[in-house]
C-alpha cells in the first residue's frame, strides 16, 4: 500500500515535466507573403497629359484690326472653317484701288493697239514713216506691259482681301486664342492654336538624372489618374535635348501603342516607367533576418506548417523593402513579421489559415 503511494506521485510529477515541455514550442501566428516573380524593375511614376502629336499656331497674313472670332476654345473645326475676321476696309480700298488702275492701264492699252494698227496701215501704204512705227509698237509692248502689272495688283488686292478671314485648312479642336475682338495684328502673329485630335500621345517631365539613363527597352504604361484601370503602354518618341531652366526637368513625348477612347485632349494620366531585368523578388523590408553575418528569411513549409531560415543574396534594400536576386522561389511563403523570435522547425499559423 504504502509502494502505491509513492509511485503514484512519481507518475503525476513525469506526466506534468511531460506537459510542460509540449508547452514550451507554442505555435506562433505570424504574417507572411507570397514570394512572386518580378522581371520589370520599376524606375517612377509621373504625371502628364494627353495632347496631340501636330499642333500649329495659326495668324494672319496681313495686318488690321480683328473684326470677330468666330469660335470658342474646345470647338471642332473643318477645313475650309473661319477662325476669324478682319476689319477689311483697308483690303477694300486697296482693290478699288487696283481695279481703278487696272481700268485705266486697260484704256491705255486700247489706244496704244489702235495707234499701232493705224501706223501699221499708213507704213504698208507707203505714206507713214518708219520711226512713227517703231514708236507706236514701243508703246503698245509698254502698256501691255503696264496692263499685266495692273491685272497683277488687282490680285494681289484681291489676295490681301481674303487673307484678312483665317481659315483653317485641316480638321482640328481649338485649343488656344492668342488675340482677341478689337486687338490690332501684325502679318504672322499668332492668333489661334489648332491641334490635330487624329493622332494622340502622352507627354511627361522626366528629371534630368532619369532621363540621361533611358534605354530602348525601357516601356511606359499609360493610365488614367481617375481611372487607373483604363491604360496602355507607349515608347519614346522623342526627348527634349535641354532641360527647362527652371524645374530642370526634361520633357518627353510618348507614342501610344494603342488610344482608348477616354484619352481626350488634355485627360491627366500617369505614367509608369519599368525597364526588364534579370529575375529578382521584392519583399517586405520586415522579413529580413540578418544574423551571424547572414542574411536570411524565414520560409514556411506550408504542408508542415513549419518555418525554416533560408540563405538569400540582396540585390537592393531600402526602408521599405528588399530585393532579393536568389534563394527563394515564385509561389513560396515568407514571414514578414517577427522573424527574430522565431525557431527553426518551429510550428506556426499563418494568415492564409486565418482566412
Known sequence: MNRLMIVLPVALLLSACGSDKEQAEPVRPV????????????LGRFAGSIQARFESTLGFRVSGRIARRWLDVGAQVKPGDTLATLDPTDQQNQLRAAEGDLAKVQAQWINAQADARRQQQLYDRGVGA????????????????????????????????????????????????????????????????????????????????????????????????????????????????????????????LTLVSTPDTFHLGTAVSVTLSSAVSPRSELPRSALLERDGKTQVWVVDPQQKTVATRDVQLLERDPQRIVLASGVQPGERVVTAGVNILKPGQKVTFDEDAR
Open 31 to 42: 504574417l507572411s507573403t507570397l514570394v512572386e516573380p518580378q522581371v520589370q524593375a520599376q
Open 130 to 253: 518708219q520711226a512713227q512705227l517703231d514708236i507706236a509698237q514701243t508703246n503698245l509692248k509698254t502698256t501691255g506691259a503696264a496692263l499685266e502689272q495692273a491685272r497683277s495688283a488687282v490680285s494681289q488686292a484681291r489676295d490681301q482681301l481674303d487673307y484678312s478671314t483665317l481659315r483653317t485648312d485641316h480638321a482640328a479642336v481649338v485649343t488656344a486664342w492668342q488675340a482677341e475682338a478689337g486687338q490690332t495684328v501684325s502679318a504672322g502673329q499668332a492668333v489661334v492654336t489648332l491641334a490635330r485630335p487624329d493622332v494622340k500621345e502622352a507627354v511627361i517631365d522626366l528629371p534630368t538624372y532619369l532621363a540621361e539613363q533611358l534605354s530602348k527597352d525601357l516601356t511606359f504604361t499609360v493610365a488614367l489618374q481617375l481611372e487607373p484601370s483604363i491604360s496602355t503602354t507607349a515608347t519614346l518618341r522623342e526627348l527634349e535635348p535641354q532641360a527647362d531652366a527652371t524645374t530642370r526637368t526634361r520633357r518627353a513625348r
